[in-house]
């Protein structure tokens, strides 16, 4: 059984053997077009590397001279971050303003009394309303926390509950209407108010407020009038005067006529013998009477007052209007109000004042909360010392470009500057130089050779580089050496960075003169010229740069972009230059997509080399096995014949 062979599958010949070294001699090639396969390959990831380099500082480039470049952005501080914080667009203009907050915008937060852990409501249709919008709770009845849970689920925007466990057997429920502001007060009604009255979070409305002038009163010019509560009033939380005021114009006043001035008396006479004889009357020169001047109109919005039991309170001026104005003047909490007091100081016009009423505007539908933690109220500030009211703690309108956003009451006033974001100005250059150098770094690997010995001082400078890096960039030592384009944008960048510009008068036409450069001139005490800085790479002079932008921010800003030509559409500048340079290899279609496309057909072409040559393997494979087996067959019929012959002789000579 040993001497049995079966071609193709085993062999006492080593056909296998040599069929796999024959195979292996024409796989050579097949290696040789995989290698070639995966420099083609690492040649595009190198490429595409090098374009999203080259895109990077594309981007950065275009932040310094866009549409939304820093150089416009404005920054606002406080000088009291804790009453408030405020933030500039590009739209606000440079300066500082006093501001003084009196009071936040609050919203309506109603407190439960306690109640025992089990408390249930009653299902029913639960109605609140938060300003001019309701909110409508079908409520299936149940405990406490499911109320909550419905509550915040409805509308979270609008209404908000939670519940505090205050001791180990009790708790109480919180309601809160989350927009602040006056005109956004929060009112119960429906099941809401029935089973809310039970748990003492409303109750009945208390007395509170009086009208001091139901009808009509007309003050003259000169004139004074005190109206008083007819009970003693102490002002509560948010309580308000309302009037109505208009002024009334009087009739012109008829002056007295001139003095007829002073008539000299006439010459007397004398009658003699019937003839009577005429004096000369007194002669001279009488000045002309003058006439007198009428008094001079005085027109005043002031002298408006409340009188309470510890000081007189000032209040703001009466609109200038002949058209009835309703009033309302915000009281001062726990004063108890003695009188409302109104001196016309104006010469020709009456004032005209109906329907005065202390009002509180919280309550309503005869119920009111009963542990109130906040009232519904407006923001109140003083700006350049006018009064400021808004229903919002964001207060955008006052300032053009800039919100204010009050976080509390200040004591003193508050100064809010608004001036160029340098931070931001000088983050953007910094990233747009580190892109820059990053960019240099990659070509100047790409266009150099190793060293004697190995390595590449270029790498040894690069120390931002991480270890992973600069095994990557060492790999990639001179790939494109001696590549005309890419040698090119080099040069071409290294001169951008050095070039003067016109800057429009401005004192600085230089990088170099806001602390921008190569830093390439050698150091103090020292005739040696530091090599790695001579390779274009950019540094900042911090301090230099700082007070150039502090000195003259348009000229900086024009030395990486403006417009030359009157039309505001960009055409000069580092960045500018720097954009266009790269435009033409990183834009759609550009130079590098275009290398690109080139390696992906040629790594297409070779995938299908590589696959033809694999299917000719194959088939060399086969055509040996095929030819080797029938070598072998022929060798073992061969034998066989033989050994025949063999046994025939052998049988022969036996019988002699």
Not at 563 to 589: H, M, P, Y
């Amino acid at each position: 059984m040993s001497d049995i062979s079966i071609p193709g599958v085993n062999s006492k010949y080593g056909t296998q053997t040599i069929i796999e070294n024959l195979v292996k001699v024409e796989r050579n090639k097949l290696v040789q077009l995989e290698g070639q396969k995966k420099d083609f390959e690492d040649t595009k990831v190198v490429w595409q590397d090098t374009n999203k380099r080259m895109q990077a500082v594309r981007d950065s480039a275009r932040a310094l001279f866009g549409f939304s470049n820093p150089f416009g952005s404005r920054v606002a501080t406080s000088s009291d971050e804790k009453s408030l914080t405020a933030s500039a667009t590009r739209t606000a203009s440079n300066g500082e303003y006093n501001v003084k907050v009196l009071k936040q915008a609050t919203n309506d937060r109603f407190l439960s009394a306690e109640v025992p852990l089990d408390q249930t409501l009653a299902a029913g249709e639960y109605r609140f309303k938060v300003g001019d919008k309701e909110l409508v709770l079908n409520f299936k009845g149940g405990k406490l926390q499911n109320f909550v849970d419905a509550v915040n689920l409805k509308n979270p925007a609008l209404l908000k509950g939670s519940l505090i466990k205050n001791t180990a057997d009790t708790k109480i429920l919180q309601l809160e209407a989350v927009p602040v502001g006056a005109k956004n007060g929060l009112s119960i009604s429906g099941t809401a108010l029935s089973e809310l009255t039970k748990l003492g979070m409303v109750g009945p409305e208390k007395s509170a407020g009086q009208a001091l002038l139901p009808g009509t009163d007309t003050v003259g010019p000169g004139e004074k009038r005190s109206w008083k509560p007819s009970a003693p009033l102490t002002l509560g939380p948010g309580m308000e005067l309302r009037l109505t005021a208009s002024f009334v114009p009087q009739a012109a006043q008829t002056l007295a006529p001139p003095p007829s001035g002073f008539n000299y008396p006439q010459g007397g006479t004398v009658t003699y013998q019937g003839i009577t004889l005429s004096g000369a009357g007194m002669e001279g020169q009488i000045p002309v009477p003058t006439v007198p001047p009428p008094p001079p109109e005085v027109k005043t919005l002031q002298g408006l007052s409340v009188q309470t039991g510890t000081k007189t309170v000032t209040l703001p001026d009466l609109p200038e209007s002949t058209t009835p104005t309703e009033l309302r003047f915000p009281l001062p909490e726990g004063e108890s109000l003695a009188s409302v007091d109104l001196t016309n100081g104006n010469s020709a016009r009456s004032i005209q004042i109906s329907k005065i009423e202390v009002v509180d505007p919280h309550k309503a539908n005869g119920f009111e909360p009963q542990h109130a933690l906040s009232r519904a109220g407006d923001a109140e500030l003083e700006f350049e010392g006018i009064k400021v009211v808004r229903d919002s703690n964001a207060v955008s309108d006052v300032i053009p470009g800039v919100t204010l956003n009050l976080l509390g009451a200040s004591k003193d006033q508050v100064k809010v500057k608004v001036e160029p974001d340098r931070k931001a100005i000088k983050d953007s250059v910094i990233t747009f130089l580190g892109s820059y150098n990053r960019l240099l770094t990659e070509i100047l690997v790409l266009t150099s050779s190793k060293a004697d010995g190995g390595g590449s001082a270029i790498l040894q400078e690069a120390t931002y580089l991480t270890d992973d890096e600069k095994k990557k960039e060492e790999s990639r030592l001179g790939k494109f050496q001696g590549d005309i384009g890419l040698n090119q944008i080099k040069n071409t960048l290294q001169r951008i960075m050095m070039d003067p510009y016109q800057t429009d008068g401005s004192a600085y036409t230089l990088l170099a003169q806001v602390g921008i450069s190569t830093n390439s001139t050698p150091g103090s005490g020292s005739d040696r010229v530091n090599v790695s800085k001579l390779r274009g790479y950019m540094e900042m002079d911090e301090p230099t740069f700082d007070a150039a932008v502090a000195k003259d921010l348009d000229g900086v800003r024009k030395l990486f972009g403006s417009s030359t030509d009157g039309t505001l559409i960009v055409n000069s500048g580092a960045a500018w230059k720097v954009d266009e340079l790269l435009k033409a290899s990183t834009q759609l279609g550009g130079l590098n997509a275009t290398k690109i496309s080139g390696i992906d057909g040629q790594i297409k072409s070779k995938t299908k080399e590589i696959a033809d040559y694999n299917d000719y393997l194959a088939r060399y494979q086969a055509d040996l096995k095929r030819k080797y087996g029938q070598m072998e067959a022929s060798l073992n019929s061969m034998n066989k014949s033989a050994q025949s012959m063999n046994n025939l002789g052998n049988g022969g000579n036996n019988g002699n």
